[in-house]
């Protein structure tokens, strides 16, 4: 990020350049076939585990190891899917598609202070001012937080924002509305991009350990449109079975 | 209450548990009067569907009545008598409204999981059939709780037996599914069958009601080539005949103009192809035994189409991709919009078009379920379909 932030994220997709690999760094076809074949292995069993931790970290290594092979690339960031921009900063973006107008959406995030409901990881937003927002996160550690100032506000477009100089993680995000196809409704992209404590290397324990900030985007996403389409989380919380108190 | 549980691979029990409870207001108790074992539930049985746990209740193919129902559900009223898809949809989301039931967006709290498998998409929720598939609590039990219930549940109005109507919960629905996406010309195509199972039944009549001209069904079991032979339909034994000689033999040279595979990934099969399917698959290297798919890509006829109905679950090799390239083919596939068909079926069964009872061929209490999982899967004494009562 650069020190002259707050400046709008560009309108189009920010940087998202891969770590580049050089050929050297291709693995052999039988090394990636035996790798694809174990990460699904791996995927299988880490779905079939019925312990959390264990289902997390089986499956991401075992994704880990599929992606691997399907790409060629051998970097463990690569391999686990974190996404770099050429500043250093993780990206985390992800896309859904919801049955409702833009206008209706749009409304719902910009209320800045109800923004917790849609992101579980987010503990609260006190909004300042018109610009001004104070943001708690629930972190492993504990709880972060910082001032961010909004860079854009669109109304049924587009809304943006970053942390203030001097924040405990920097970081910058922005959330489109934009006009599905056909009678679909509302495509919502989100875009998020922070400096992880500890560099690369604490993203990917990050990662290991469960925080995974592109699976949070997901889930708070799929909650979104789920709240907004239906009014209610599908569940089976609490339901009939043959384990220990017959709950679910 | 009574359930048929899931307690590991090669065990599936009779247990005790809690009767289920409303837990959202769109959610409706059905008291289960008949349930099947569907060949699916094999798949779980063999251990071959990741995201099982112990203790998981079974069963995807059941009917009952509404003893109870929450305070959001319009539709539904205690005292309906109802036939519950297999699938469980939200019908508001795109892929709902536009009748691809089975695809729902919402309906599967377990999202995460199918998407790490199936490139980021998560179909919709089962009853019975697995954590990846939303870990519904399924219906081979006394009760069951129906979430959606306006959207799923189908009334029965007319005084057709269980028996009539039972199989328009899946394998119905499913067969004719599969017949419907090859878009038969009436009185002209020619329809291959490989699986003479339940679903194998019910695409090869399917066939035959949207008018095909000849149905050609392929098994290795004597009692299910018969039955498909009483509907009319020649039949080939595998283990007898070479199959792709003899479908060139009874088409002409053409081949068959539209094949379904209603086997599987748990396709049976020979050779060397078949032998390394079987043995990755118990090093769950892979999930999937593929002889019937070979079989349909190499027999199908220039220009014909593929229908896959059987379930698939992860990857496969060894796929003659050349020969269905060569000959212009279409694959058609996918878990059955059950919702979407079971009107239409229904009035075909009132009007005596077809009695889907034909295929029962085992009638039992839930007690006597985990020996029949058994015998279903060896298809031992003729099985073909087994129906539970729960209060017998
Ligand atoms: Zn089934
Ligand atoms: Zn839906």
């Not at chain 1, 599905?180 to 990917?204: F, H, N």
């Not at chain 2, 109870?68 to 898809?85: F, I, M």
């Amino acid at each position: 990020m650069s020190k002259d932030r707050p400046t709008p994220p560009p309108e189009t997709s920010p940087p998202t350049t891969e770590p580049q690999t050089d050929a050297a760094g291709q693995l052999p076809a039988l090394e990636r076939s035996v790798m694809g074949s174990v990460g699904m292995a791996l995927m299988g069993a880490g779905l079939r585990s019925a312990r959390p931790l264990q289902k997390i970290v089986l499956g991401s290594v075992g994704a880990g190891l599929a992606a691997m092979a399907a790409t060629g690339r051998n970097p463990l960031a690569t391999a686990l899917k974190i996404r770099q921009t050429p500043q250093g900063e993780v990206l985390v973006s992800d896309a859904v598609t919801i049955g409702k107008p833009a206008d209706d959406l749009y409304r719902v995030w910009r209320d800045l202070a109800g923004l917790p409901r849609l992101m579980t990881h987010l503990k609260a937003v006190e909004v300042l001012d018109e610009r001004r927002s104070h943001w708690t996160v629930e972190a492993p550690t504990g709880t972060v937080s910082w001032e961010a100032a909004l860079t854009a506000d669109e109304p049924g477009r587009r809304i943006a924002w970053a942390a203030l100089p001097g924040a405990a993680v920097e970081n910058h995000g922005e959330v489109l509305f934009r006009p599905a196809p056909g009678d679909r409704g509302t495509e919502v992209a989100v875009r998020l991009a922070y400096r992880p404590p500890g560099g690369s290397a604490g993203a990917i324990a990050a990662r290991l350990f469960g925080e995974e900030p592109a699976q949070q985007l997901r889930d708070d996403l799929m909650r979104f449109k789920r709240e907004q389409e239906l009014g209610f989380a599908p569940t089976t919380e609490g339901q009939s079975s043959a384990r220990a108190g017959g709950q679910a | 209450m009574k359930a048929i549980v899931w307690q590991g691979t090669n065990k599936v029990g009779v247990e005790t548990v809690p009767d289920p409870t409303l837990l959202l207001p769109t959610d409706a108790i059905v008291k289960i009067t008949s349930t099947a074992i569907c060949g699916s539930d094999l798949h779980l049985l063999d251990g071959v569907i990741p995201s099982m746990e112990k203790g998981d209740i079974l069963g995807h193919e059941f009917m009952g009545e509404v003893v109870e129902v929450g305070r959001d559900v319009r539709r539904l009223k205690v005292g309906d008598r109802v036939v519950v898809p297999f699938n469980i949809s939200c019908g508001v989301c795109d892929p709902c409204r536009r009748g691809l039931f089975s695809a729902c967006d919402n309906s599967n709290p377990n999202h995460r999981m199918a998407e790490a498998l199936y490139g980021g998409v998560s179909g919709g929720g089962l009853f019975g059939y697995s954590h990846m598939y939303g870990g519904y609590a399924g219906g081979q039990a006394q009760y069951v709780r129906v979430p959606f219930a306006d959207v799923g549940p189908h009334k029965i109005e007319s005084d057709l037996r269980d028996e009539q109507v039972l199989f328009l919960t899946d394998i119905f629905p499913t067969g004719y599914q599969a017949a419907e996406n090859c878009g038969i010309v009436p009185g002209r195509d020619v329809v291959a069958v490989f699986g003479a199972g339940p679903v194998g039944q019910f695409a090869a009549r399917s066939a035959q009601m949207l008018g095909a001209a000849h149905v050609i069904v392929i098994d290795r079991v004597p009692e299910r080539l018969a039955m498909a032979e009483s509907a009319g339909c020649q039949v080939i034994n595998y283990e007898q005949e070479d199959v792709l000689i003899a479908l060139r033999e009874a088409t002409g040279g053409r081949g068959p103009d539209h094949v379904i595979d209603a086997v599987g990934m748990e396709a049976h099969g020979h050779g060397p192809g078949a032998l390394v399917d079987t043995a990755k698959q118990r090093l769950k290297l892979s999930f999937d035994r593929i002889t019937a798919l070979r079989w349909a890509l190499l027999s199908c006829a220039k220009g014909g189409t593929v229908s896959l109905p059987g379930v698939y679950g992860g990857l496969i090799d060894k796929v003659p991709m050349g020969a269905a390239f060569a000959k212009g083919l279409t694959f058609r596939m996918g878990q059955t919009h059950t919702h979407r068909h079971i009107a239409p079926l229904l009035s075909r069964i009132e009007a005596g078009e077809i009695d889907p009872s034909f295929v029962i061929t085992h009638r039992a209490s839930l007690d006597d379920a985990p020996e029949l999982y058994k015998t279903f899967r060896d298809k031992q004494g003729g099985c073909i379909k087994v129906v539970l009562n729960p209060w017998a």
